[in-house]
């Protein structure tokens, strides 16, 4: 640990750092690479494949992404992303991937010292976030040339790893090792802290300096615990000048709210699924598994079940044509086992003839209580009620961030403050353009809890908060 670090881990910092980010996912990440000096530059000699987006780059030759107009240059940009600096980056990264091609990103990158913001990167495990507690044998949802971070493409990688893609997509364990890998080949290992967990963020209001001076940004004081390597505990107290949320939202697994829902064979993980595979607690003649949930996570656990021959009820309250279920957003060709299961979900519904044995769907069926003797009762979408016998339940419906550290758990910050914050559904309301949040000056959030659910598109959060940290540094007095 550099001595800048111990200095202010400490307890009594005399000088606050001028950002700190809590989180060492890939938004972090990306975020610590843009702050450290790495900036990014259109090529002289590209010419970008939308007609409107070269017109505007080619108005500032020279002049670094990070200082120009993100919202004049994101203008007229569409994708599968509604945040508009996300589309920009992305669309600058890999131009016309959504066609299905491989054209090189139309930025270079310079290393100007100069231009890098100090800044510290808390999480609690090594560099790469949550990427390190998923099954390293899982294949990724994106292309493996969508989870690559700034200056280092993925096959790239791969290839000097001597690893393969499987159909153009990676292992989890890989993503992880690369994010880990990423951290030291830019060299920014100097900015991350692992083992940190972060307990209380506290701001207080900002002083006005008199004189008609504007009012300085509050000053954030950062409590948590570090777990060393000797796996002792010490507390740690940071004062910082901006602090961005980097944190995800794999932290606490969404929970039906039922009755019966704290038995003992209620879990909220495939791992669970895996354990009584093994342990022969659920096997090809034993009761069905009960899987509750109609996303990715719920369409894993199908396919974990059906490899091993164990009898599946599959429910889930959405209709299978639904446009928001994710199923009819993925193309079929990069994703054929989803598609399996979205096939298997609309021709299997337990009023028909089973085309496929072991497995029966319950599309729009409300699970109302789970009973001790294993007896799941549902309510159908004509108000009848069905019930099942099962011999585990898995309950796969997403998951909240767990904000506890920040004032109210940073209920105040979300879009809409009466509801619980949800990345898909009511992120932290933050300026599109800047990241930071539109209720506090100074903290900023990124990736899944502003609503960038992909790594592909966390990359743009990360590029408006260095472009309004720049432009804070700019602004302050010599």
């Given at each position: ?15 606050p750092?001028?950002?700190?980010i ?6 972090g ?29 080619a ?5 670094s ?20 600096v ?20 139309v ?7 100069e ?36 200056d ?7 290839c000097?790893?001597?690893?393969g893609?499987?159909?153009s ?31 209380a ?6 002083v ?10 509050p ?10 390597e ?24 969404a ?7 704290a ?10 699924l ?33 490899h ?26 990069l ?7 979205h ?20 599309p ?42 920040l ?9 809409d ?6 990345a ?12 930071q ?5 100074g ?36």
């Amino acid at each position: 640990m550099s001595n800048w670090r111990k200095d202010h881990l400490g307890t009594s910092a005399s000088e606050p750092l001028p950002v700190l980010i809590i989180g060492n996912g890939p938004s972090g990440i990306c975020l610590s690479y843009l702050l450290s000096g790495y900036t990014p530059y259109v090529r002289l000699d590209a010419v970008h494949p939308h007609p409107l987006l070269q017109r505007k780059l080619a108005e500032a030759p020279g002049v670094s992404i990070l200082d120009q107009d993100l919202d004049y240059l994101s203008e007229g940009l569409e994708g599968r992303s509604q945040s508009p600096v996300a589309l920009l980056f992305d669309a600058l990264l890999r131009p016309d991937t959504d066609f299905g091609g491989n054209m090189e990103s139309v930025l270079t990158w310079k290393h100007q010292k100069e231009r890098a913001i100090p800044h510290m990167v808390l999480g609690r495990n090594l560099p790469g976030g949550a990427w390190h507690s998923i099954e390293g044998s899982m294949v990724t949802l994106s292309q493996g040339q969508w989870m690559g971070l700034p200056d280092l493409q993925v096959k790239e990688w791969m290839c000097r790893k001597r690893r393969g893609l499987r159909n153009s997509r990676a292992t989890a364990g890989d993503i992880a090792h690369y994010y880990r890998d990423y951290v030291t080949k830019k060299g920014l290992g100097h900015n991350f802290v692992s083992g940190a967990v972060v307990t209380a963020v506290e701001w207080g209001t900002p002083v006005s300096g008199g004189s008609g001076a504007p009012a300085p940004s509050p000053l954030f004081q950062v409590s948590g615990v570090l777990t060393t390597e000797d796996q002792s505990q010490q507390p740690f107290s940071l004062c910082a000048r901006n602090v961005v949320l980097a944190t995800g939202t794999s932290d606490s697994p969404a929970r039906l709210g039922i009755p019966g829902e704290a038995l003992p064979f209620v879990h909220y993980e495939l791992s669970a699924l895996e354990v009584a595979t093994r342990a022969g607690t659920v096997t090809p003649a034993s009761d069905p598994v009960l899987i509750v949930g109609a996303g990715l996570s719920a369409a894993d656990a199908v396919l974990y079940a059906r490899h091993y021959n164990i009898p599946v009820i599959h429910a889930f309250r959405r209709s299978v044509d639904d446009p928001g279920l994710v199923f009819n957003q993925l193309p079929k060709m990069l994703y054929p086992e989803y598609h399996k299961v979205h096939q298997m979900m609309r021709e299997q519904s337990i009023l028909s003839p089973s085309p496929y044995e072991g497995y029966r769907s319950l599309p729009e069926h409300q699970l109302l209580l789970l009973k001790e003797d294993r007896q799941a009762v549902f309510r159908d979408a004509q108000g009848l009620q069905k019930v099942f016998g099962v011999a585990l339940v898995l309950v796969l419906i997403g998951s909240h961030p767990d904000l506890s550290f920040l004032p109210g758990a940073g209920a105040n910050l979300a879009v809409d403050p009466d509801l619980p914050l949800s990345a898909k559904r009511n992120p932290i309301d933050v300026d599109p353009f800047t990241y930071q949040s539109t209720q506090q000056e100074g903290l900023y959030a990124v990736g899944p809890l502003a609503g960038d659910n992909f790594v592909r598109f966390v990359q743009g959060g990360a590029l408006a908060v260095a472009s309004s940290l720049l432009r804070k540094e700019a602004r302050k007095p010599p």
